[in-house]
């Protein structure tokens, strides 16, 4: 099974604050890894697919890159709305796994 | 645009069945293109993926280890719809569940559920 360690755990940040989410594969899963915003009491909503390629409708602030084992997360200059905790998925084989998640708070 | 939603009880006993629905609105549970998965949520155990079922000329199944011995997901063509059943649930199977489609090309899930929170307690 393809463990997938995010970090931090947590952040807080203060709006038009840059934040950078880590997702770290057990092993090279190529660029099958794709990202998700949970926003409280809401399903999942997937932002960012195939490590890089935003999905349809999501602000441009967003953004993926990474290859292998290891991927990033970007949000340029947050808005309030943003807070959420965000979550990396593998696809490369199965068990599909997720991440543990990367909670961000609204300073 | 694609939606699923959910139905099904919030409350199982333990040694119980948990089942849940899944209905489609604007794809097909048929379609060569994508998957059909269930995906649970809960504090201790994060998101787990428990299994999926897809057609290509039949139907295909495929489930986490960790339930094989427990899970039937059924797909439904007339009623365009898929299910869950988990059998002989404990307290640890309470989670949030939910339905998601998976595109076929790039495997991820899009869109969900919206999610069925299920307590087993007797």
């Known amino acids: 099974e393809i463990v997938l360690t995010q970090s931090p755990d947590f952040q807080s940040v203060t709006p038009k604050e840059k934040v950078t989410i880590t997702c770290r594969a057990s092993?090279?899963?190529?660029?099958?890894l794709h990202w998700y915003q949970q926003k409280p009491d809401q399903s999942p909503k997937l932002l960012i697919e195939?490590?890089?390629q935003s999905s349809s409708g999501v602000p441009s602030r967003f953004s993926g890159s990474g290859s292998g084992t290891d991927f990033t997360l970007t949000i340029n200059s947050l808005e309030v709305e943003d807070a959420a905790t965000y979550y990396c998925?593998?696809?490369?084989?199965?068990?599909?796994?997720f991440g543990g998640g990367t909670k961000v708070e609204i300073k | 645009q694609v939606q699923l939603q959910q139905s099904g009880p919030g409350l199982v006993k333990p040694s119980q069945t948990l089942s849940l629905t899944c209905v489609i609105s604007?794809?097909?549970?048929?379609?060569?293109?994508?998957?059909w998965n269930w995906i649970r949520q809960s504090p201790s155990r994060g998101l787990e993926w428990l299994g999926r079922?897809?057609?290509?000329?039949?139907?295909?199944?495929d489930y986490a280890e960790s339930v094989k011995s427990r899970i039937t997901i059924n797909p439904d063509r007339a009623k365009n719809q898929f299910s869950l059943q988990l059998n002989s649930v404990t307290p640890e199977d309470t989670a949030v569940y939910y339905c998601?489609?998976?595109?076929?090309?790039?495997?991820?899930?899009?869109?969900w559920g919206q999610g069925t929170l299920v307590t087993v307690s007797s």
């Open positions: 998601a489609r998976e595109d076929w090309k790039y495997h991820w899930f899009d869109p």
């Open positions: 604007g794809d097909s549970v048929s379609s060569n293109s994508v998957g």
């Open positions: 079922t897809y057609y290509r000329s039949k139907w295909n199944y």
């Open positions: 092993q090279s899963i190529g660029s099958s």
């Open positions: 195939y490590a890089s």
């Open positions: 998925h593998q696809s490369s084989s199965l068990p599909l796994t």
